[in-house]
C-alpha cells in the first residue's frame, strides 16, 4: 500500500516550544532564529539541520519558486524520521499538495474549477446555519461548555461533508474518526487506525458517487469524464481537502476566541460592529499564523536566499508567524489590532500552493465568530488563562480544550 501522510504530525518539538506568558506570540526559537537572520540555520533534535525562513520577503521568494519542491516524500526532508521513498515506491496519487508542477498544475486546475462562486454561496447559507445549530445545543445544554468538541472541531468537519457530499446519517461516524486522527491523546495505533478508518470511508464515499452523483464537490470530480481520475487519486483528493481544511480552520476559530476573550476591548468592537468581521478574520490570520513550522519546502537546486546560500537537497520551513510579525510590513507588529484591513499576509501561504480553500476557511471564521459572540452574551473563560492547554506539540498551533461560559 502507498505510504500517506498522517493527518496531524507532532513534529519538530523545539522549534514549537513558546514562552507561556504570552500564548498568541510565536515559539521563542522562532523568534531568536528571526532576530539572527532573515534565513537562518538550526540544528533539530534528531540531528538534522534546516532552513528556517523568517524574513518575509525570503518568504515570498521561497513560496514563489518552484526550485523548491513540495515533494518532501520522495526527497530527504530532514524534519521526517522516515527516508525518502524510492523512485518506485508509490505515493498518494491525488495528494497535490505535496506535488511539484506539472503534476500539481493538473489536480489543481481540477480542483479550483469545483469551488466554484455559486457552490461557495450555497455553502456560506449552510456555514450559518450549522454554526447556529451548534450554538442552539450549546445553549440548550447549559451555560458552560468546551468550545472545542462542542464548536470549533465539528462546524468544519460539517462544512467539509457539505462539500464532499456526505450523507447525515454517515456524518456522526466521520466526525468520530477524524477527532480521533486530530487528538493527540488517543495512542499512536488509535491515530492510525483512525486514518485508515477515514481512507475507508472516502473509498466508500467515492463509489457511492460513482453510482449516484450529486451536486457536491466530490461528484463533480468523479463524473468529469475529461479529468477521468481514478479511485486512488479521487480517495487521496478528498483525505487532503479534509486534511487541510479541517485541523487548520478548527484552530483558528478555538484559538481566534480565545484571543478575543483575552483582548477585551477588541471583542467588544468586533461584538459592536459585525461589520467588522472580514477585517477581524484577516487580523486573526495574521496574529495567530497557526501553521508555525511550514510551509516545508526542499530545494532541488542551490539557491541564493537572503545573503545564504540553500544548497540541493536542503529542507527549508518558512515561518508563517514570524513572517506575519515583520515590522517592515505592520507597524506595531505585536499588537492586535481588528481594525487594519486586509493585508498580505502570508497566512495562507503564496505561491502555487497557496491555499485552495482561503474563501471557505475566511466565510467559516467570519460566521463563526461573529455568531459566537451574538449569540453567547457574557461569554469568558471558564478556566484561569494559564490553565487553557496549548497545542505547543503540534504542527497546526491551537488549543486542546477552551472551557467556556455565558450569561
Ligand atoms: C494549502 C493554510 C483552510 C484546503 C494551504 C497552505 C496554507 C494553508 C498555508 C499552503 C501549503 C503549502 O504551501 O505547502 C490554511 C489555513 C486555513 C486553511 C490557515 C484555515 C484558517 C483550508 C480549507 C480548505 C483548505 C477550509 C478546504 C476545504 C487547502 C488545500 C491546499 C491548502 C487543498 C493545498 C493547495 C495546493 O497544494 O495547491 N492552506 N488553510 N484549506 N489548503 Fe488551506
Given amino acids: 500500500a502507498p505510504r500517506t501522510p498522517t493527518i ?26 528571526h532576530a539572527e537572520a532573515p534565513v537562518a ?42 527516508p525518502p521513498l524510492g523512485p518506485d515506491e508509490p505515493r498518494g496519487d491525488g495528494m497535490f499538495i505535496f506535488m511539484d508542477p506539472p503534476e500539481h498544475t493538473r489536480l489543481r486546475r481540477l480542483l479550483i474549477g469545483q469551488f466554484t462562486v455559486r457552490r461557495m454561496r450555497a455553502l456560506e447559507e449552510r456555514v450559518r446555519e450549522i454554526a447556529t445549530d451548534l450554538i442552539t445545543a450549546m445553549r440548550d445544554g447549559g451555560d458552560r461548555a468546551d468550545l472545542v468538541p462542542s464548536f470549533s472541531l465539528p462546524l468544519p468537519s460539517l462544512v467539509i461533508c457539505e462539500l464532499l457530499g456526505v450523507d447525515y446519517a454517515d456524518r456522526a461516524e466521520f466526525q468520530d474518526r477524524t477527532a480521533v486522527a486530530l ?26 458517487k460513482r453510482e449516484h452523483p450529486a451536486d457536491d464537490l466530490l461528484s463533480g470530480l468523479v463524473h468529469d469524464t475529461e479529468a477521468a481520475l481514478t479511485d486512488r487519486e479521487l480517495v487521496d483528493i478528498a483525505v487532503t481537502l479534509l486534511g487541510a481544511g479541517h485541523e487548520t480552520t478548527a484552530n483558528m476559530l478555538a484559538l481566534g476566541t480565545y484571543a478575543l476573550l483575552e483582548h477585551p476591548d477588541q471583542l467588544a468592537a468586533l461584538r459592536d ?34 545573503g545564504v546560500t540553500v544548497a540541493a537537497g536542503d529542507t527549508v520551513l518558512v515561518s508563517v508567524p514570524e513572517t506575519n510579525r515583520d515590522a517592515g510590513h505592520w507597524p506595531e507588529p505585536e499588537r492586535l489590532d481588528l481594525s487594519r484591513g486586509r493585508t498580505p499576509h502570508l497566512a495562507f501561504g503564496h ?28 461569554l469568558r473563560l471558564d478556566v484561569p488563562a494559564a490553565e487553557v492547554p496549548l497545542r505547543t506539540d503540534m504542527i497546526v498551533f491551537g488549543v486542546h480544550a477552551l472551557p467556556v461560559a455565558w450569561d
Fill in 183 to 208: 487528538n493527540l491523546n488517543a495512542s499512536d495505533t488509535e491515530r492510525a487506525e483512525a486514518s485508515a478508518a477515514i481512507y475507508r470511508f472516502m473509498q466508500g464515499l467515492v463509489a457511492q
Fill in 351 to 378: 505561491g502555487v500552493h497557496q491555499c485552495l480553500g482561503q474563501q471557505l476557511a475566511r466565510v467559516e471564521l467570519k460566521i463563526g465568530l461573529t455568531e459566537l459572540l451574538a449569540r453567547l452574551p457574557g
Fill in 8 to 33: 496531524s504530525r507532532p513534529l519538530p518539538p523545539e522549534l514549537l516550544e513558546r514562552d507561556l506568558r504570552c500564548p498568541f506570540d510565536p515559539p521563542a526559537e522562532l523568534r531568536r532564529l
Fill in 41 to 82: 540555520r538550526t540544528r533539530l533534535a534528531n540531528g538534522n539541520e534546516v532552513w528556517v525562513v523568517t524574513g518575509y520577503d525570503e518568504a515570498r521568494a521561497v513560496l514563489a519558486d518552484t526550485r523548491f519542491s513540495s515533494d518532501s516524500f520522495r526527497r530527504a526532508d530532514a524534519t521526517r524520521p522516515e
Fill in 273 to 306: 460592529d459585525p461589520e467588522l468581521g472580514d477585517s477581524a478574520v484577516e487580523e486573526l490570520l495574521r496574529y495567530l499564523s497557526i501553521i508555525h513550522t511550514g510551509p516545508k519546502r526542499v530545494a532541488t537546486e542551490d539557491v541564493e536566499l537572503g
